[in-house]
């Protein structure tokens, strides 16, 4: 799992190394096409979220979790690392940080649709794996329903009926 972490790590640092290329590619062309300066907020973002990288390498989750939970916006470029760093907490059993983070994301209302879903999907999972049957029954419930992914919400109610023994409902 050590191993695991690691790759998990790499892959947030570069994840948030190609968001900095890209943010200075926008910028260079917003610069480049207007006599307007860049908005120091996003320099200011976009250091913040590197400060929460910087502190998730360093194995300081609490800090980076605190970091990352500030950052008022949750946009295009950061979801999926948001999404990972979620991932991480539920596979290293920190499952309270990954409902947090899950539940933040939930939390945003500019997301698209299956974006929203994909968080409900992961916050559930966090729920499961928290033992918190009734609520992760809940939202694979409405996922089963309304999602994109009924199947996968329906295996999980199987496994989540399975566990407390509820055979009809199985």
């Given at each position: 799992t050590l191993?695991?972490?690691r790759q998990l790590q790499v892959q947030?640092?570069?994840?948030a190394k190609s968001m900095?290329?890209?943010?200075?590619?926008r910028e260079s062309r917003h610069q480049h096409h207007?006599?307007?300066?860049?908005?120091?907020?996003?320099h200011a973002r976009r250091a913040r979220y590197l400060e929460g990288v910087r502190y998730l390498l360093d194995d300081k989750p609490d800090r980076a979790l605190e970091v990352f939970?500030?950052?008022?916006?949750i946009d295009d470029e950061t979801v999926d690392t948001h999404f990972a760093l979620g991932s991480l907490y539920r596979r290293r059993g920190e499952v309270e940080r990954a409902i947090r983070v899950h539940q933040h994301i939930v939390d945003r209302t500019s997301l698209s649709p299956g974006?929203?879903?994909?968080?409900?999907?992961e916050l559930a999972r966090d729920y499961f794996r928290a033992g918190l049957y009734d609520r992760a029954e809940e939202l694979f419930l409405s996922l089963a329903g309304s999602g994109r992914e009924p199947?996968?919400?329906?295996?999980?109610?199987v496994r989540i009926?399975?566990?407390q023994r509820e055979w009809q409902q199985a």
């Open positions: 191993r695991r972490r947030l640092l570069v994840r900095r290329s890209a943010t200075e590619r207007s006599c307007t300066p860049v908005l120091p907020r996003r939970l500030s950052l008022s916006e974006t929203r879903d994909a968080a409900l999907t199947a996968l919400a329906l295996s999980h109610l009926y399975e566990i």
